[in-house]
């Protein structure tokens, strides 16, 4: 069955690094999204992109984050200067139109620690 | 701004035991309600309701919509250990690009 894949399953920075996150959406999947969960907290939305454009993004996703589409396959999440607060889980996420957008396929995570 | 408020935040019973897990919402222009599985780590699709009273069901799971009442339930008969997880709901309103706004979850623990 397919699913979605996420790299690396831990990643361990230094506050101010800049960090990539990657992903393999489905691949007849169109909608692309990336959520967050602190320790212990809510999943938090971040953003949705299709098209090879933000189609929607909440207050988190400031100018310290962006996130591309650089080939048919990889979608990431870049964080520029990273803070002790990104601490958290991040998901990726996928659908497509034929499922319904909101029917969304998580990805197992990537574990990010700030140190 | 969404709420999503689960009820309760966290129940333990035996093998074989029925589970009601609650969902309450309150969103602008709702478009439909989903619920997830989250083991260690990723939340696995279970339902995806949009209207009311038309119960989803896979296998020893089922769930319902009430839109008039603004919640959902999520049922779970002859509970096995295989279970145990926590279990999100989120919602979407009809103006959003698929932004899923989750509820705290409900911690689901099955003895045998």
């Known amino acids: 069955e397919p699913e979605v894949t996420q790299t690396p399953s831990h990643q361990v920075t230094q506050m101010g690094q800049e960090v990539i996150l990657r992903c393999v959406p489905i691949?007849?999947?169109?909608?692309f999204y990336w959520y967050r969960q602190i320790l212990g907290q809510k999943v938090e939305f971040l953003v949705s992109?299709?098209?090879?454009?933000?189609?929607?993004k909440s207050e988190i996703f400031d100018d310290q984050f962006s996130v591309e589409r650089p080939d048919g396959s990889n979608f990431t999440l870049k964080i520029r200067s990273t803070k002790l607060e990104d601490s958290a889980m991040y998901f990726c996420?996928?659908?497509?139109?034929?499922?319904?957008?909101?029917?969304?396929?998580f990805g197992p995570g990537t574990r990010l620690t700030v140190l | 701004e969404d709420k999503v408020v689960q009820s309760p935040l966290s129940l333990v019973v035996h093998e074989g035991d029925t589970v009601t897990l609650n969902c309450s919402y309150e969103?602008?222009?709702?478009?439909?309600l989903l619920w997830y599985k989250q083991e260690k780590k990723a939340p696995t699709f279970l339902f995806m309701l949009?209207?009311?009273?038309i119960e989803k069901k896979s296998g020893r799971l089922s769930s319902i919509l009430d839109k008039k009442e603004l919640f959902s339930i999520l049922n779970i008969t002859a509970t096995q250990t295989g279970d145990s997880a926590v279990y999100l709901c989120?919602?979407?309103?009809?103006?959003?690009?698929?932004?899923?706004?989750f509820g705290q979850g409900t911690i689901l623990t099955v003895h045998p």
């Open positions: 969103v602008t222009n709702f478009r439909s």
């Open positions: 996420a996928s659908s497509d139109p034929s499922g319904g957008r909101d029917t969304q396929y």
């Open positions: 992109f299709y098209n090879n454009e933000i189609s929607e």
């Open positions: 989120a919602v979407v309103r009809g103006t959003s690009y698929g932004k899923l706004t």
């Open positions: 949009t209207s009311s009273g």
């Open positions: 691949s007849n999947h169109l909608y």
